[in-house]
């Protein structure tokens, strides 16, 4: 397998913890996000994923795009260690709480969109970074309350076993840092970050400690 990988996307980020939570080996190809205007908008990017978006999974000649869906795939043809529980209801709860990051939170704040706020609408850095911030401390605080409480989460957002739900947020909680984020409100979110990253496969996925860190 080949990941396509950029160490500060964390979407990439997310794809890297499950690969190290399946222990499964892979090779890197980096596409920085930044250099030269993007390398994921070069045409021969274009070719492998035409969403020019980080990551992309390549197994065998089958490439795979959208980091939900890659976890999915991993979790179908590698199974065990499982990164959801087997009954419905709680892989429900699982899905939905990984959802409400990678998709309530994660899209209007990537790269593209504040890129977009600057160079198309022109607004300065200090309103792109209350933009950040606004929308991010809003979508933590929703997640907070769903696992605050909740007698479904343990050491981790469910149980004590690492799911796609905190795959999905410790990467969201490492860029809400990058943009100093008030997270006084996430207590619980905090404390689960911290025991994931107790973890080796989320430790060594982490963007700090990735060949291509800055």
């Known amino acids: 397998m080949k990941l396509y990988d950029y160490f500060r996307s964390s979407a990439a980020y997310r794809v890297r913890i499950a690969l190290n939570l399946k222990g499964l080996k892979y090779d890197r190809a980096f596409v ?4 030269g205007g993007g390398e994921q908008f070069s045409d021969r990017y274009g070719q492998i994923n035409p969403q020019n978006l980080v990551p992309a999974l390549a197994d065998g000649d089958q490439v795979l795009t959208q980091s939900l869906a890659i976890i999915e795939y991993l979790e179908e043809t590698h199974p065990e260690p499982p990164l959801a529980p087997v009954s419905p209801a709680e892989r429900a709860r699982v899905r939905g709480i990984a959802l409400a990051i990678a998709c309530d939170i994660h899209p209007i704040d990537n790269l593209r969109v504040l890129n977009y706020l600057t ?18 401390e809003t979508g933590l605080k929703s997640v907070e309350a769903l696992v605050a409480g909740h007698p479904m989460t343990g050491r981790y957002c469910h149980g004590d076993t690492p799911s796609i739900a905190d795959i999905c947020l410790v990467p969201q909680l490492f860029n809400a840092r990058r943009f100093d984020c008030d997270l006084s409100g996430c207590p619980e979110l905090l404390r689960i970050d ?4 107790e973890i080796p496969a989320f430790a060594d996925a982490a963007p700090p400690n990735q060949p291509d860190a800055e």
């Open 32 to 35: 920085h996000l930044t250099r």
């Open 119 to 136: 160079k198309q609408l022109g607004v300065t850095d200090e309103q792109r970074t209350a933009w950040y911030r606004h929308w991010v």
């Open 194 to 197: 911290g025991a994931c990253n």
